[in-house]
Every structure is written in C-alpha cells, then in structure tokens.
C-alpha cells in the first residue's frame, strides 16, 4: 500500500518540476537571448517482488518504486534574429556567448545583445553590466567617443568609430554542459576554475536574437504534463479506497 504512495508522490513531484520549467520557458519566451530549460525523467530503483510474503513464479520479477526529474539543462540552440534597427543591438549567429563586467569587476555571459550607450560612451546592457570590447592602440570607452550615430560592427566582431577600428567584441563558449551557471539578468557565469574558450559565431549589427522557446511544443508539454500530474494523484484516491475496504471488512 505505501509503495501506491511513494509512487504516486515522486509521480507527482517530478511532474511538477517539470511543470515549473515549461512556466519558466513560457513567461520568458519573449526575453531576448533567453535559452530554455530542459528537464526530462529517470526511472528510480527497482525493487524484487520475490518474497516470502509476496510468492511469485519468477524469482527475478521486479516492480517500479518510481520517477525522478533529472537536472535542469540550459538548451543552446539557436534563436530567430530580430532586425531592430537599432546600432547598438547585436545579434550571435552560431556559438558564442558576449561578454560583460558587471559592477563588481566580474565576468559574466549572455546572448542578449539589447546594448545601448550610456552618458558616459559605454556600451551596456538594461542592467548596466559593460559590453567587454578589446580595445586596441590605447584605446578605451573613455576616449573612444562611441555613439549611437557613429558605432560600426562587422560579423567577425570588429569595433569601428567614425571608420576607425578601435578593438574586437570577442565571443565565448562553454567546453561543457556544467561549466556555467544561471544567474540573474539572463546571465551566465564561469563555474570555479572554468575558462571560456573563444567562440567563432558571426555578430549582427542592428539585430537581437530572440528566445529559442517554441510556444506551441511548450504548451503541449503542458498539457501532458498537467494531465500526468492528475494520473498520478489518481493514485491517492486508489489508496485511500483500498484502506477503506480493508477497514471494513475488519470491522465485521
């Protein structure tokens, strides 16, 4: 009876889980460079039925203890580029990740090329975090005189001001599915003693990529989802039934 349960309950856990990642995916469809998450299902250990107080025909007969969702896994594939028209806006096509130094002097990573230029000539994004630019011949955002107007970049990531080449937009990528972390913003960070290494996708000038979530698999998923969540909760209610018959054949 309490295998019903524990079935039923890592059924309904791991369905949840998987639940809250397609919510996640959904609401951040529209958020540019965003990647999606997946999550999918593994079988739990299982457990021999041959027993002395459980006699079967075959000693090697097993039965299910139940599911679990594995760990979430950030998907990398590719998104649509969206012409915004926009010098500022760039856009990966391939692999690679921007680079951007946040307030505390660290590294982090995106694919959101929404950049704009601040007072100061500095290209950031919507959270202030500073587009790393390798600047060349002593250049740098303080007397390079970048502009909305004025600001040119190539494919291959090369910088131009008024025609002049001041420095590269380098891109990054991951050697391994665990070697960055999610963090807020849309960002990603290096795991401890995690190097990026250079990246050879090609940068869009006046475009941003959009997320890779496609809507109509998400909330199919959904639906299945929702539907096996309600499967497994059935067997609560089979439990529950089960003890009541018992507990009324002892009462008489």
């Given at each position: 009876?309490?295998g019903?349960l ?8 791991s369905?949840q889980n ?10 951040n ?5 965003y990647?999606k998450?997946?999550v999918?299902f593994?079988d739990?250990?299982r ?9 079967t025909?075959?000693v090697?007969a ?6 679990k969702s594995t760990t979430?896994?950030?998907?990398f594939t590719?998104?649509?580029?969206k012409?915004?028209k926009?010098s ?16 505390d002097?660290t590294?982090?990573?995106?694919r959101n ?10 290209l950031v994004?919507d ?7 390798q600047?060349?011949d002593?250049k740098n955002?303080?007397n ?5 107007d004025n600001?040119s ?5 090369e910088?131009f001001?008024n025609d002049?080449?001041?420095g590269?937009?380098n ?7 665990n ?5 807020s913003g849309?960002l990603?960070i290096?795991?401890d003693g995690i190097e990026?290494i250079?990246?050879d996708?090609?940068?869009y ?10 809507i ?8 299945a989802?929702q ?5 497994n ?5 089979v439990?529950?039934e089960m003890w ?6 002892q009462?008489?």
């Amino acid at each position: 009876m309490y295998g019903i349960l524990n079935v039923s309950k890592s059924g309904m856990s791991s369905t949840q889980n998987k639940i809250n990642v397609i919510s996640n995916n959904i609401v951040n469809s529209n958020t540019a460079g965003y990647k999606k998450l997946d999550v999918e299902f593994q079988d739990l250990v299982r457990a021999g039925l041959s027993n002395n107080s459980y006699p079967t025909n075959d000693v090697n007969a097993t039965t299910g203890t139940g599911i679990k969702s594995t760990t979430e896994v950030r998907n990398f594939t590719q998104g649509s580029l969206k012409n915004t028209k926009i010098s500022t806006n760039l856009a990966i096509d391939g692999e690679g990740l921007f680079r951007v130094i946040r307030s505390d002097n660290t590294y982090a990573y995106t694919r959101n090329g929404e950049f704009s230029v601040d007072a100061n000539g500095t290209l950031v994004d919507d959270a202030g975090n500073i587009l790393d630019i390798q600047f060349e011949d002593e250049k740098n955002y303080n007397n390079s005189g970048i502009t909305s107007d004025n600001l040119s970049v190539n494919k291959q990531g090369e910088v131009f001001v008024n025609d002049e080449k001041i420095g590269n937009i380098n891109l990054y990528k991951p050697t391994g599915d665990n070697d960055v972390l999610s963090a807020s913003g849309n960002l990603f960070i290096a795991n401890d003693g995690i190097e990026l290494i250079a990246a050879d996708g090609d940068i869009y000038q006046g475009y941003t990529e959009m997320s890779n979530v496609e809507i109509s698999q998400e909330f199919t998923d959904l639906i299945a989802m929702q539907r096996a969540f309600q499967l497994n909760s059935k067997g609560f209610t089979v439990a529950d039934e089960m003890w009541s018959m018992i507990n009324n054949l002892q009462s008489r």
